[in-house]
């Protein structure tokens, strides 16, 4: 049989001659292994040296430790930007912002079958069946094929796998064990001839997957339809101009500053070092004004509801209390303090303009400022409102003194400012930025002294919103807001006393006047009166811009306020310096009444409920209040407002509908006072006279009877 044939020839090598063989084999490996180990190991290290690029960095120990942060982000780059697509919905292009930010680098589609599913065991059950049906072949080989398999077979079993020595010293052992299991086999065939067993079919793939191939499934085609009412539709036509293009083109730039002011305002990177490890740590700082943004209003209604619960006692005094004694005081009235309005960041400006919203009757401005030339410095420009007295509305910072300031009477929203720098400029409340939303310069046309009180008019016949300003420079200039920008017009120049002054290589330079307070007629509206540093009065009109309509000698210092009567069209009132308070009808150059006060009067202000009474602060920090129906030469009420020393009353107010005045001082500080029943008396009735309605005209027949108490001596000197 071939199988014993091969069993032979197996122990013929393990015999003696077998052994001799082996052994001069194993001598012969030796021999070449330590011959050439040495260069091959050399070979080796040198292959595995690392190759250096001849232009590649040098860099120090310090440098290679240096860890750098870097910031990955999920956006992709290389999408397009800037796309634009028609929007149905809104009949305009809009740029798309939302783009798909996968990038896809690979994608294989596998028919690989792992062999631990159902599939794969399938398959291999039903390979292992096709193997079992082939005949058995090994029967009919050829015996001499069967010894050199098993040659080779012995061969690779008695190749070296330990060391050489250790090889030699088991030698004798493995021949006899040799012999031993040779004749074990023999015995084994001659009883029983093994069975012949079927070859294991291996899979092509080694790691645990099977080939095989799909086929896609192919979903059926459905059709799916709606019926839907057609969309509406409507015939749009314009006509464009080089004005439309512009505002489109402002629109689109206002736009663009938006979004980068939304970008400035995201969470930065911010890092900083770590002084234990060295290490460079970076964080997002948190952004908190959209979460503030969202409860600002429930954060405001919930502050003033603890205000008013704070002050309630001032609160209920400011509605309900009357001063029941008056009645014993006779025409004597007092002043009840009520709230005190400070702010931390005014402490060293003085009050420099009160001005009441003509809308929001709770609400008004106050600017904030220097009236010492050697200490000028920042303004401040804030709003406060009697619902909350602890902190103001709105609040604006300015590089200049505030001087002056007023409400827009149609657009409460509208605020006109005057600077110390000789600048205006215009804010508008409804916008959230903390800079005016319009402001003159150099180029525009602003005065070259301070700007000492503002004015708004009635839009001109283009509907442009404009206001009127006076200077120190002599100039009375009116601003009109065209186009997003101011556009100045000289409307008069103030002259000097009419002396010129003697300038270089024999020039005749004319002196010009300083203008320190003016203010508009409240019907006429060409005709409007000017306040000098000379103390003088101009009564001027727009359509004259070279000359005068008349001049008053009216004080022997600066003019620090004028104002026109609310109710009669004739009478104005004045203050100055010189410590005196003076009424005039300007038709008559001499003043009516004169009120001497025996300090320097800061402000006057004409009540807003009667014809006849009207206040004035002292720069000793008295308010006088005055009603000519009732007495003629003293006031009603002269009462400290500003109690502490060196502080001095700067301004004064009435509230348009409100029984109150609010005071400022150079202190920063604004005193809000109710007057008493005495102060704000209603002529009584007589008996068997008709009842009058009350409104402007009985005010204007009130002070009309008293001015006609005036002027009578004077007529009949004239007749």
Request: include cysteine.
């Amino acid at each position: 049989m071939p199988a014993k044939a091969a069993d032979k020839r197996r122990q013929g090598q393990g015999g003696p001659s077998g052994g001799k063989a082996g052994k001069a084999g194993k001598a012969g490996r030796k021999r070449w292994d330590e011959d050439d180990s040495p260069e091959m190991g050399d070979d080796w290290l040198t292959a595995r040296a690392g190759v250096r690029s001849p232009d590649q960095l040098e860099l120090t120990e310090v440098e290679l430790k240096k860890e750098i942060t870097r910031t990955l982000t999920a956006k992709n780059p290389h999408i397009p930007r800037d796309i634009v697509r028609y929007n149905f919905k809104e009949r305009a292009y809009k740029i798309v912002d939302d783009m798909d930010q996968t990038a896809i680098h690979f994608t294989l589609n596998g028919n690989l079958v792992p062999k631990d599913s159902d599939e794969g065991r399938r398959q291999s059950i039903k390979s292992s069946s096709e193997a079992e049906k082939t005949p058995v072949e090994e029967e009919n080989a050829p015996v001499e094929a069967s010894a050199e398999t098993t040659e080779k077979a012995e061969v690779k079993d008695e190749e070296p796998t330990g060391d050489a020595e250790a090889a030699e010293e088991g030698e004798g052992e493995a021949e006899a064990e040799g012999a031993e299991t040779a004749e074990q086999a023999e015995a084994a065939e001659a009883e029983e001839p093994p069975p012949p067993k079927a070859p294991e079919k291996k899979l092509a793939n080694q790691f645990n997957f099977i080939e095989r191939g799909t086929t896609t499934y192919h979903n059926p085609l459905r059709e799916k339809g709606y019926q839907t009412d057609p969309a509406p539709y409507e015939t749009f036509s314009a006509n464009v101009n080089q004005w439309y293009i512009y505002d489109a083109y402002m629109e689109e730039l206002e736009r663009m500053e938006k979004a980068k002011e939304k970008e400035k305002a995201k969470p930065q990177v911010v890092k900083k070092e770590d002084k234990k490890t060295g290490r460079k740590l970076s964080y997002v700082e948190p952004q908190h004004g959209d979460s503030l943004s969202k409860v600002a209003k429930a954060a405001k209604i919930a502050e003033r509801m603890v205000n008013l619960n704070a002050f309630d006692d001032i609160a209920q005094d400011f509605k309900y209390f009357e001063d029941a004694s008056d009645e014993f005081r006779g025409q004597e009235g007092t002043l009840l303090p009520l709230w005190k309005f400070r702010y931390e960041k005014t402490k060293k400006l003085a009050v420099t303009a009160i001005s009441w919203n003509p809308k929001y009757k709770d609400l008004f401005a106050v600017g904030y400022g220097s009236y010492d030339f050697m200490k000028q410095g920042h303004g401040m420009l804030l709003l406060y409102t009697l619902k909350n007295p602890s902190f103001p509305e709105y609040s604006f910072s300015s590089e200049s003194g505030v001087m002056c300031l007023d409400f827009h009477g149609d657009h409460p929203y509208l605020l006109a400012v005057g600077f110390y720098d000789g600048n205006v400029a215009i804010f508008n409340l409804k916008k959230p930025a903390s800079q005016p939303s319009y402001k003159s310069s150099a180029k525009s046309g602003k005065h070259t002294e301070p700007v000492w009180q503002v004015k708004w008019q009635k839009d001109d016949m283009d509907n442009n919103s404009n206001f009127f300003s006076v200077s120190s420079d002599g100039r009375i200039v009116s601003w009109t807001l065209v186009k997003n920008e101011l556009v100045h017009m000289d409307v008069i120049k103030l002259s000097g006393d009419g002396t010129a002054v003697q300038g270089p290589e024999g020039l005749q330079l004319q002196t010009l006047g300083s203008g320190t307070s003016f203010d508009f007629h409240k019907k006429i509206d060409y005709l409007f009166l000017v306040g000098t540093e000379e103390g003088k009065i101009y009564k001027c009109s727009k359509n004259y811009s070279s000359q005068f309509l008349d001049v008053f000698d009216a004080h022997h210092m600066a003019v620090d306020s004028i104002s026109w009567n609310p109710f009669h069209l004739k009478v104005f009132i004045s203050c100055s310096s010189d410590w005196t308070v003076k009424i005039w009808d300007h038709t008559i150059k001499t003043p009516m009444f004169v009120f001497d006060l025996g300090t320097a009067v800061g402000d006057v202000a004409w009540s807003t409920y009667s014809s006849t009474v009207f206040a004035a602060v002292t720069i000793d920090g008295q308010a006088h209040v005055f009603d000519l129906n009732i007495n003629k030469l003293e006031p009603l009420c002269t009462q400290l407002v500003v109690t502490r020393k060196k502080n001095k009353a700067t301004h004064i107010q009435f509230n348009p509908v409100y029984p109150i005045i609010i005071v400022g001082d150079e202190l920063g500080l604004i005193t809000c006072l109710k007057l008493s029943p005495n102060l704000r008396k209603m002529p009584k009735e007589k008996k068997g006279q008709e009842v009058k309605k009350k409104g402007p005209e009985v005010e204007m027949e009130k002070l009309e009877k008293l001015l006609s108490l005036v002027r009578e001596p004077e007529s009949k000197e004239e007749k």
